[in-house]
Nanobody, 123 residues
Framework: QVQLVESGGGLVQAGGSVRLSCAAS????????VGWFRQAPGNEREFVAA??????TTYYADTAKGRFSISGDRNTVYLQMNSLKPEDTAVYYC??????????????????WGQGAPVTVSS
């Protein structure tokens, strides 16, 4: 079992920055990939970024490229978000996959999820 807890969300003005943290506990050695997803009211959950520990490869959604950065290790993963826009307002979730699967952007490929951290970007 792996437990994930997000922190660092809150209210920020457009153009500002927020760093989200995802603290993992339990069988962290089994984690292969950590992803960040977000869900805005009325929308489906969407992929934001992911990191694979084998090779340290990172992946980003087009909406996140150039503004967001994922980093960390098996115990804590960060999502640094810069130049925030009102459309970035959402609940942000971290997720962990304990099996290597193709398709880092598919939420169905992740085994464990955190409770979510709300981020509100005001205009």
């Amino acid at each position: 079992q792996v437990q994930l807890v997000e922190s660092g969300g809150g209210l920020v003005q457009a153009g500002g920055s927020v760093r989200l943290s995802c603290a993992a506990s339990g069988r962290t050695f089994s984690i292969r990939t950590v992803g960040w997803f977000r869900q805005a009211p009325g929308n489906e959950r969407e992929f934001v970024a992911a990191i694979r520990w084998s090779g340290g490869t990172t992946y980003y959604a087009d909406t996140a490229k150039g503004r967001f950065s994922i980093s960390g290790d098996r115990n804590t993963v960060y999502l640094q978000m810069n130049s925030l826009k009102p459309e970035d307002t959402a609940v942000y979730y971290c997720a962990a996959a304990t099996v290597f699967r193709f398709g880092y952007s598919a939420s169905s490929n992740y085994d464990y999820w955190g409770q979510g951290a709300p981020v509100t970007v005001s205009s």
